[in-house]
């Protein structure tokens, strides 16, 4: 089966502009998550998406950062205006049950803020 | 909030030595994953340990959940080049969902 992609793979624009990140998690997965790692800190919960309907989005920093999920199949995560301190990889994971599942990441999107 | 800590940060080993990397919760978790991500790679899961005081094995690497569910750790021996990477525990509370990770035990291997 095909795994969670992520595009694009890297990005790097200059503070104040706009970026949008794709993730298509594994067909029939209804649990779709999105964490960010800065700088070799650890991996940090942004949201969690059960099919379209946002479960848990205590994560997400400020409101420049906007998520969703339309008809629950792939997700986009938007940063507007972009800050300096929101570069990072950003993962998007993938699991077909809460709880107890291990979950299937991406390969990560490298956002730089310059 | 709930914190997942890892120690050691680094570890540098010389192959064929074995060694431990643990991970410790501030609250008492529902269960604990253990992810490796390669150099440049993405985190992948290796195994999930539930119970208290379970122990699972994966070739040379060895598993272990604490009596208390508030600590884990992942032993390897026989260090192999190819277990060079970046090793997460991530833990997730009692009724909870979400995935908390630890900062995670960056492991080089000396040939």
């Known amino acids: 089966e095909a795994g969670v992609t992520q595009f694009p793979s890297h990005s790097v624009i200059e503070k104040g502009q706009t970026v949008t990140l794709r993730c298509d998690p594994i067909?029939?997965?209804?649990?779709l998550y999105w964490y960010r790692r800065v700088m070799g800190k650890e991996i940090k919960f942004l949201l969690h998406f059960v099919k379209e309907s946002k479960q848990d989005e205590s994560g997400m920093p400020n409101n420049r950062f906007l998520a969703e999920r339309t008809g629950g199949t792939y997700s986009t995560l938007k940063v507007q205006p972009a800050e300096l301190e929101d570069s990072g990889v950003y993962f998007c994971?993938?699991?077909?049950?809460?709880?107890?599942?291990?979950?299937?990441f991406g390969s990560g999107t490298r956002l730089t803020v310059v | 909030g709930q914190q997942v800590m890892q120690i050691p940060q680094y570890q540098h080993v010389q192959e064929g030595e074995d060694f431990t990397t643990y991970c410790n919760s501030s609250t008492t978790l529902s269960n604990i994953q253990w992810y490796k991500q390669r150099p440049g790679g993405h985190p992948v899961f290796l195994i999930q340990l539930v119970k208290s005081g379970e122990v699972k094995k994966q070739k040379r690497l060895t598993f272990q959940f604490g009596e208390a569910k508030k600590n884990s750790s992942l032993h390897i021996t026989a260090t192999q080049t190819t277990d060079v990477g970046t090793y997460f525990c991530?833990?997730?509370?009692?009724?909870?969902?979400?995935?908390?990770f630890g900062a995670g035990t960056t492991v080089t291997v000396r040939a």
């Open positions: 991530a833990g997730t509370l009692v009724n909870d969902y979400k995935l908390s």
């Open positions: 067909s029939g997965h209804d649990n």
């Open positions: 994971a993938s699991s077909p049950g809460r709880f107890i599942y291990g979950y299937t």
